[in-house]
Nanobody, 116 residues
């Protein structure tokens, strides 16, 4: 079974940057879908950024231009670079990898708080 381990989030001031990482315990050959999700208190979980097989990327409208999803095959790692963070970005962030549409693996999640 694949395990995904995320880096710690933390507290960052508005306008600041933070990079989250998600490391897989083993190589996942050409996953059909990889993504970062987030859920803020009182809100539904939403897809922040994703990469579909074929390397196409997609971003939540509110983060497009500020966030970037990327992968490092050599280290089996997926990243979420977050720039120009805003208070509304405050949420619990989780990574997800789907080797196939019938299999899904989740990271443990981490809290990111944007506040002055």
């Amino acid at each position: 079974q694949v395990q995904l381990v995320q880096s710690e989030g933390g507290l960052v001031q508005p306008g600041g940057s933070l990079r989250l990482s998600c490391v897989a315990s083993e190589s996942i050959f050409s996953p059909v879908f990889m993504a970062w999700y987030r859920q803020a208190p009182g809100k539904q979980r939403e897809v922040v950024a994703s990469i579909s097989k074929g390397r196409s990327t997609s971003y939540l409208a509110s983060v497009e231009g500020r966030f970037a999803i990327s992968t490092d095959v050599a280290t089996n790692t997926m990243y979420l670079q977050m720039n120009d963070l805003k208070p509304e970005d405050t949420a619990n962030y989780s990574c997800n990898v789907r080797p196939t549409w019938d299999n899904s693996y989740w990271g443990q999640g981490t809290q990111v708080t944007v506040s002055s």
